[in-house]
């Protein structure tokens, strides 16, 4: 470039970095009349950022992102004729990696960024900065932790001697700051305290830095002492972000840890009215500024858990199926779907009128020598639904649609893997709990649509995964036995309720939470409960075998086991069963007056 073109590009830097997006479109307009042909594309690439950037513009970052492309397609068409390579679109290449991460497409700028990060050496240093930091900052967002103290380590070698003053004092605060965060995610409390201190020495008690530590102070399980830091913390951040929408949102997250999920869904619902006043307060046009400061399906995403968590299955669901449409891949979330509608089905069932009669008589008719007492048979029946009729049911909070919400999470979840991402939240590791509990809610929809024969499969499966919590893989025994039963399969449903693989899931699962302290802890009364279900199934199916003595003996031995406990209903229903079987009226008439409170 000669003298003059560089006096040019200079006033037309200045006026860039001073916001006079309008003169400087028009500068650029000049410059590419005169232009050398090697300048144009740049020129262009310059002309279609102010075109954006302009005050009331009528684009969005739709536009953005397609003028950039073609742009960047010229670029490769030069770079075959060895005028343009990667380093000369490293500008137009990070500039398409920022429009992607302002949208929120992490993964499409990782694309770019990381085939920037593997040319920076020869680039300018405060391009090779931004590249660098844009990439931790998409790493921490997909909780790449390891990639990003990478970055990191990288950025503390190569810029810790920035020329400029000014660039090394913010490159000292930003890696503070990225270090906490990466810390925090990584749960390495000691390093993240140690940041948490620089951060507050380099930066003073900004929003982001009280922020930082109110994370810190809740990942130790200190609520009042992070509560006390989010109400200090100033109303402004000079990031843009909202404060009252991370105020509310973690509030309610700290009030979920403290299983206060009333509370928790009042400030996740202030927090999506705080969240949708800040988007509708920015000027028209402003799309960029939407999206770095609207957090609506983030949110949502909260705000349906803790409405699950409240008991609120059909609001929660409403919730999470809108999340799901943005984070389709993560099956913790489809999980929670299935959950809800669940939750929904057994809300309508709880709500239909109560009956009058007892649970276990139906009625009394006759007198004298005559008089008989109908037993009510119809307690435990289902409703048949077909496994087709799943091809009819719409987003809504039904048996059914839990079914195709279950069979997304098991796609999402391949057997083995050590990782599964779960955006907006962080990724699960050793996911084969999160399996079991699939498994676990599919094989039980499967017996409440009446579909035995597709509930032996997720049970059976349940049963043979041995990292699984121990509750959930004898769970997997019980619906396998009722499945094989009503499939009139007596000694499949003996070897599942069989006393022997009871034992081993026990003592597997005991020493698999000796080897993985993050293993489901099941408490003594679960288990407990869990174990008393699979021996009356036992019972009966021995009843189904008509080996009632050996039924007898299990059973008289079961209640023996509860002290002075109220016996559950199956057992009483299976005692007078097995008396009536044996002639033995006036025991059976006994138990059920004794049952009836008379």
Sequence with gaps: MTGEDTSAVDAVKTLFDEGQY???????????????????????????????????????LEWLLDHLYTIEGKMKKEGEDE???????????????????????????????KKLFKLIEPLEEVLAYKICFLLVECYLCTYHTDDAAMVLYYLDKQ??????????????????????????????????????????????????????KSEFEYLRSNFKKSCKLLNSSPKTCPSKEHIPTLYYNNFGCMHFKM?????????????????????????????????????????????????????????????????????????????????CAIGACKEKKAASPPSTHSSTVKCIVGSGTYRKTILNTGFQQKSLRTSASLLNDGPTPSLTYAVLCLNNALDLLPPGAESVKCLPAAPVKNPSGLRASVLCNLAYVWLELGDPLQAIQPA??????????????????????????????????????????????????AATAKQDTGSVTVTGKDLKEITGTIILNNVAVQCIKRDLN?????????????????????????????????????????????????
């Design 83 to 113: 005028s343009c390579d990667e380093v000369e679109r490293s500008v137009l290449l990070y500039n398409t990696a920022l429009v992607l991460y302002q949208s929120k497409h992490f993964d499409k700028a990782l694309e770019i960024l």
């Design 259 to 339: 299983r206060k999920y009333n509370l928790g869904a009042l400030y996740l619902s202030q927090a999506l009215e705080a969240n949708s006043k800040a988007v509708k307060s920015l000027p028209k046009g402003n799309t960029s500024a939407v999206y770095s400061v609207n957090h609506y399906y983030q949110l949502l995403y909260n705000y349906g858990i803790l409405l699950l968590h409240t008991g609120q299955p059909n609001a929660a669901f409403n919730c999470l199926t809108e999340a799901a449409s943005v984070y389709t891949r993560n099956p913790r979330l489809w999980l929670r779907i299935a959950e």
């Design 550 to 598: 050996k039924a007898k003996r299990i059973l008289v031995q079961y209640l023996s086991t509860l002290g002075n406990e109220e016996p559950p209903l199956q057992a009483t229903m299976l005692l007078v069963y097995i008396e009536l079987r044996q002639g033995n009226t006036e025991n059976a008439l006994s138990i059920l007056k004794q049952q009836q409170g008379g």
């Design 159 to 212: 810029f810790s001697g920035a020329k400029e003053p000014l660039l090394s004092e913010m490159h000292k605060a930003r890696m503070h700051q990225y270090k906490t965060r990466l810390y925090a995610q990584q749960k390495c409390l000691k390093a993240c305290k140690r940041e948490i201190k620089n951060v507050l020495t380099v930066s003073g008690t900004t929003a982001s830095s009280l922020f930082l």
């Design 22 to 60: 309008g003169e400087c479109l028009s500068a650029l307009n000049t410059m590419a009349t005169t232009a050398h042909s090697a300048l144009t594309l740049k020129i262009q690439q310059n002309m279609v950022l102010c075109q954006y950037l302009v005050k009331d513009s009528e684009y969005d």
């Design 460 to 509: 059976q499966a349940l049963i043979e995964l041995g990292t699984a919590p121990v509750d959930l893989r004898l769970l997997g025994c019980i619906y396998a036995a009722e499945a094989n039963i009503l499939l009139d399969k007596t000694f499949e449903a003996t070897s599942c309720l069989s006393p022997e693989l009871v034992d081993r899931i026990k003592q597997s699962s």
